[in-house]
């Protein structure tokens, strides 16, 4: 199991480490989308005993290609955006961070 971090606010760039282990083993990866859990907020809550609204949202499990003998580097960095836009259709649009413009999440998100 792999996360991939963001701010409490939106999700930022994030590192290929998950990208490669996924593209070596040829595992499925299933993005998943965890919401209200800004520690402002569940700190706050817990200070005044009450719940806090947590939501997992999952998406569609897909599988990144073996990596290409190549230009690694670049693979790499492609199959770690892809995860993230998948993760960034996931989240509402105000948490979607650097990935929000981006044409391949307008994709992922007409197509659902």
Known sequence: MTFF???QITISAS???????????GFPILPVALTGTDEKTIFGNLKRLRRSHITVTGGTAFTLPP???RDRDVALQQYTD???YRIAALLP???RGVYAGHPMLKELLSAS
Do not use: V
């Open 82 to 84: 892809e995860i993230m």
């Open 93 to 95: 649009e105000a948490m």
């Open 67 to 69: 990596l290409p003998a």
């Open 15 to 25: 590192e290929p480490g998950a990208s490669y282990l996924a593209a070596r083993a």
């Open 5 to 7: 971090c963001g701010s």
